[in-house]
């Protein structure tokens, strides 16, 4: 898969795997981060595979999405 960074055209490069993206009530889509090497923007890419994850246990790192702005 190639990824690239919109805004200065970079090839993204995966810095971590193991991303939990919590939409609440454990249901989270894994996922990994990718950053831009020059600068440094960051994306998160999931399959659009969730998993059930009540306690938030199953990844190293979560992004809370219920909490965004304009929820």
Known sequence: MLI???SC???MQCVKNGIGIN???GHVYPGDKYR???CESE???SDGS???DPNLKSMDEYY???KRDGN
Do not use: T
Request: glycine letters at 4%; proline letters at 5%; hydrophobic letters at 35%.
């Open 4 to 6: 690239v960074c919109r």
């Open 43 to 45: 994306i998160i890419i």
């Open 23 to 25: 939409y609440g009530h």
């Open 36 to 38: 831009c090497p020059k």
């Open 9 to 11: 055209m970079s090839e």
């Open 50 to 52: 969730s998993i059930h």
């Open 64 to 66: 809370n999405m219920e």
